[in-house]
């Protein structure tokens, strides 16, 4: 509405500017074309009036051009010398005089003609200078003041006209933006409903992925320490007994590379089992789990000192946040190991107010977010967060480590 409105105002009070200024402007040039022309035409009207002195006859003709004309203020007759002989003035009330005055001369023209000569015979066109002509003589002055009252109060109506379409116009213009903005309103509502809805599907399919994802990782886990593993055990237990039942030679040390290798196998497959369903976490809770992941990286003497902060009771949280908050750690941790080139990194967990509120820091190189913005590892560590409603911030620059903060609500 805003967008559609301002633009509405400020063309009409432009317009309104410019109709006003230019009815000032039609009174200015009017006043300035009539004052000098009444001024003439009086002066050459009262000429027989001053040489007979006939000043009421006069004054009578002025007063009835004041009657006539209401632009005119006041009317002033002078003689030669400027001293006042006749004057009048407006009576109308409210009549205000204009700055300045126009004032024309009365001229006493007098035309004379020789028709014989000096020496009594007919005068001819080329005799000598003199012999006929013209003389003018400045009788006194006539002195006109203009009022724009008038002016003004005629041209204020047809302003007042204008305004008035104007407004019209305006209003018009306006219920016309109100309909558009309510429709323009009420389409990107239903755009950004569809854009929430949307997003909140993509939420849930996230969740659910990540949630068939943990599943599926967990029957596997469980297929390896249940399969797996009770084979390699089984296969262990007969390696031993052919061991044990045989004497010194090749296959007593063949049984006892059997049990070596199983009992590699067997570990790799707890390691395995770690790593796709961590045990700890159904253990220890989410706290616990983050404090064995600290505590290994910690040992693993990469260069690097990794510290733990936990606050709050995590033991009631729901299965699905802490596993998302602990995949989160993981892959930031995996980061500081394998990019950051850190000597201390922090990880900081926070239960309070009902949020989930994590932070993992450290000393680093950092990185450029927009290059890296796009990483898997970013991109997966957002949609754990955003499937949960949570919110993440990335602060990080080039030698100036990086900090993660993320919130994530919790029921």
């Not at 007979?52 to 005119?72: E, F, H, M, V, W």
């Not at 003389?135 to 006539?142: A, F, K, N, R």
């Not at 602990?326 to 995996?334: C, G, K, N, P």
Request: hydrophobic share 45%; with cysteine.
């Amino acid at each position: 509405m805003a967008m559609t409105a301002l633009p509405l105002a400020y063309l009409f009070c432009t317009f309104v500017w410019y109709a006003y200024q230019s009815r000032l402007s039609e009174v200015r040039e009017e006043m300035a074309e009539r004052g000098p022309l009444v001024a003439k035409v009086l002066a050459d009207s009262s000429e027989f009036s001053l040489v007979s002195r006939r000043y009421d006859d006069l004054k009578l003709t002025i007063n009835g051009l004041l009657r006539a004309d209401p632009s005119i203020y006041r009317i002033e007759v002078l003689d030669a010398q400027r001293r006042e002989l006749v004057h009048a003035a407006a009576r109308t009330g409210g009549v205000e005089p204009q700055l300045g005055y126009y004032e024309a001369p009365v001229l006493k023209r007098l035309m004379w003609v020789a028709m014989l000569g000096p020496d009594g015979k007919p005068y001819r066109k080329d005799g000598p200078s003199g012999a006929s002509g013209m003389t003018v003589e400045t009788m006194g002055y006539v002195r006109v003041t203009m009022s724009p009252s008038a002016l003004l109060l005629k041209q204020t109506r047809r302003f007042y006209v204008e305004l008035l379409v104007g407004s019209i116009g305006l209003l018009a213009c306006m219920l016309l933006a109100w309909q558009l903005a309510k429709g323009l309103n009420a389409s990107l509502y239903a755009s950004m409903q569809a854009l929430r809805e949307a997003d909140a599907e993509k939420r849930r399919l996230i969740r659910k992925v990540n949630t068939a994802v943990e599943d599926e990782r967990q029957s596997i886990a469980l297929e390896i320490h249940d399969e797996l593993n009770a084979t390699l055990i089984a296969a262990r237990l007969e390696a031993q007994r052919i061991a044990d039942l045989s004497l010194e030679g090749e296959v007593r040390d063949k049984a006892q590379s059997i049990i070596k290798l199983t009992l590699g196998l067997y570990n790799s497959g707890r390691q395995l089992v770690r790593r796709l369903r961590p045990e700890v976490l159904d253990m220890l809770g989410l706290d616990g789990a983050v404090e064995e992941m600290v505590r290994h990286y910690d040992s693993v003497r990469s260069g690097c000192r990794f510290d733990l902060q936990a606050k709050g009771d995590f033991s009631k949280m729901e299965s699905g946040i802490a596993i998302s908050a602990y995949r989160i750690v993981q892959e930031a941790l995996s980061n500081v190991v394998k990019h950051a080139r850190a000597t201390h990194a922090e990880v900081t967990l926070a239960l309070e107010e009902g949020e989930l509120r994590m932070r993992i820091r450290d000393n680093g190189s950092g990185f450029d977010l927009a290059q890296a913005s796009s990483g898997i590892g970013l991109v997966g560590m957002r949609e754990r967060v955003y499937a949960f409603n949570g919110r993440i911030t990335v602060d990080t620059g080039l030698a100036a480590g990086t900090c993660i903060h993320i919130v994530m609500p919790i029921r």
